[in-house]
Every structure is written in structure tokens, then in C-alpha cells.
């Protein structure tokens, strides 16, 4: 209990140092969102008239505590360039995200953990290194460039899928996975590449472990030896990098978003940026940074879940 106290001090005290980092460097960006509502020509007394009217000239440290007493009751603020609350732009955009890096980074270990284990136990022949070159193949491959080519072959020329755009699944569930397909394989098979060769490398190590060979002698195949045994052994080192993946997920989904026109957090970030609404970019950054850390925070967690050894360890 102790462990797990400890560890959500320090997820409650990396959220509160990335929300003054996030408020502070925004906020010290040049230019105004009062110089985007009156345009380029506003006068400087017309543009501060706006910003005292929109509080944009008290301190920095007071418009900060306001902020996060908001976040903590839920009110994400109102946007200066419309009006509309914030929760109200981005939320929306919350379940595209949502279930783009979910089923992206489930479609990734369906498909790194049966490949990896087989360039494991095959390293030595055609196979292994077939698998091998391939996912250092993907791990070149940009993200945007791999949907690109997703979109020309199963969209434009094939024709079986949708290029772009988005359906709720509350309003039509075939559509709404009709939609998910490119973009959801885009990000599982890039995200694959990467996690296909942290899962070679944890079992082979696995096999020269003398539970593998006492497995094997025991008359197990290679295959149920690993998976029985090796799973387990080597989830401490996969959960780590599953979680780096979930983390780099968020990141590639803003890109794949922009490839497939899909309005999640990663295209309303991008689209507020170029508007200068600090109000919904500080909200999203701040969802972005909560996403990542609560990952990195069940991963922790699960150490002592998978080995009980880690339980009393610091």
C-alpha cells in the first residue's frame, strides 16, 4: 500500500508540474488571441481593450489557479474565439481518439506477439529474418506515409473502404468500423513494427532460461514451451514498452487523424494552434498529458501485479 501511495504522489505531482509547464510556456507564446478575433489591423489600444476584457491581462499565476480550479470541477473554460465552452469543442473528439489508440494498440499486439515470438524461436532461418527485416522496414515507415499508401490501396483503388471521415458507433456501428479500419491499421501496423522487435528480443532471451529447457525436456514443443512459460517471464519488459507504445500512440494518432479527416484531440489541437485559442489547446495538451501519465501510472502498478517479487522493492 505503501508502494502504490508513493507512486500516486508522483503521478499527482508530475500532473501539477506538466500543468504549470503547459500554462506557462502557452501563455508566453508571442502573439494574442485578441489579434485573431480583431484581425491584423486592430490598433493596440483596441487589441488591449480585448484582452482586459477578456482577462488576459492579469497575472499570469492568478489566471493559472483559476485555470486548474476549473480542470479540478470540470469546467474546461470558454473559448474567446466563439464563446462555447471548452468541453463542448473538444469532447467530441475524445472517443475518435479513444478508439483510435485502443484498438491501434490492441491490433499492434495481435499482431507483434505471435511474429515475434516466431522470429524468436526461428531467428536462425529464413522466417526470423524475413519477420525481422519487415519490422525494421515498419519502424521506417512515417506514419502519415503508411496511410497514405493504406488509403490509395484499400480507398481509391480497390474501392472496399472509405478514404476518410468518421461515424459515431451510437449512430451506425458498420459504418463506424468501416471508417476505423484504415486508420485503426495504419497505427497498429506501425506501432507492430516497433513492438515486434522488443518482443524477439524478450523471448529470446526467455530461451536460454533453464525453465525453457526444462519445458523442452519435459517433451513440450518449442512453441507451447514459450508461450506456457515465456509469456509470463517476459511481461515485465513487454507491459514497459506496451506502455511506451500507448504513450507514442497518442502522438501518431494526431497524425493519422489528419490523414484519414478524422476530428479527434490530435486535429482540434492542430486546428486551435493556427487559431491561437490558448483556451482549447490548454485543455487538450492537459487531457494529452493526463492520458500519458495515468498509462505510465498503470504500468507501474501492474509490476507488482505480474511479479510479486516488486512488491516490496523501491
Known amino acids: 500500500m505503501a508502494a502504490a501511495a508513493r507512486k500516486l504522489g508522483v503521478f499527482a505531482l508530475s ?28 490598433t493596440p489600444e483596441a487589441v488591449a481593450a480585448l484582452e482586459a476584457r477578456l482577462g488576459l491581462d492579469r497575472p499570469w499565476p492568478v489566471r493559472y489557479v483559476e485555470w486548474m480550479a476549473g480542470m479540478l470541477t470540470g469546467d474546461f473554460g470558454t473559448s474567446p474565439l466563439n464563446g462555447h465552452s471548452v ?31 516466431v522470429a524468436a524461436l526461428r531467428r536462425r532461418s529464413w522466417e ?5 527485416a519487415a519490422a525494421e522496414l515498419g519502424m521506417a515507415v512515417p506514419v502519415f506515409w503508411g496511410g497514405i499508401i ?28 468501416r471508417h476505423m479500419v484504415l486508420p485503426v491499421g495504419t497505427l497498429a501496423l506501425v506501432q507492430a513494427a516497433v513492438l515486434t522487435r522488443y518482443v524477439r528480443s524478450a523471448f529470446i532471451e526467455v530461451l536460454t532460461q533453464d525453465y525453457y529447457r526444462t519445458a523442452r525436456a519435459l517433451g513440450w514443443t518449442p512453441l507451447r514451451a514459450l508461450f506456457r512459460h ?9 507491459v514497459t514498452v506496451v506502455g511506451l507504445q500507448l504513450s507514442a500512440s497518442l502522438v501518431g494518432a494526431i497524425v493519422v487523424e489528419r490523414v484519414f479527416n478524422l476530428h479527434g484531440l490530435g486535429s482540434i489541437l492542430i486546428d486551435n494552434v493556427f487559431q491561437r485559442d490558448i483556451a482549447v489547446v490548454q485543455a ?31
Open 230 to 238: 515465456g509469456v509470463r517471464n517476459a511481461a515485465m519488459s513487454l
Open 150 to 177: 493504406l488509403a490509395l490501396v484499400f480507398a481509391i483503388e480497390l474501392r472496399w473502404l472509405p478514404p476518410n471521415g468518421y461515424v459515431p458507433f451510437t449512430t451506425d456501428a458498420g459504418e463506424w468500423l
Open 284 to 314: 487538450t495538451v492537459m487531457l494529452l498529458v493526463l492520458a500519458v501519465l495515468v498509462i505510465n501510472l498503470v504500468v507501474d502498478l501492474s509490476y507488482g501485479l505480474i511479479d510479486p517479487r516488486q512488491r516490496g522493492r523501491r
Open 15 to 42: 500532473l501539477l508540474l506538466a500543468s504549470v509547464l503547459i500554462f506557462a510556456v502557452l501563455n508566453a507564446l508571442p502573439g494574442s488571441v485578441a489579434h485573431t478575433i480583431l484581425g491584423v489591423d486592430a
Open 128 to 132: 526470423g529474418v524475413a519477420i525481422s
Open 87 to 117: 468541453l463542448e469543442l473538444i469532447g467530441p473528439g475524445i472517443p475518435v481518439t479513444a478508439w483510435l489508440v485502443g484498438l491501434g494498440i490492441i491490433g499492434s499486439i495481435l499482431i507483434a506477439l505471435p511474429l515475434g515470438m
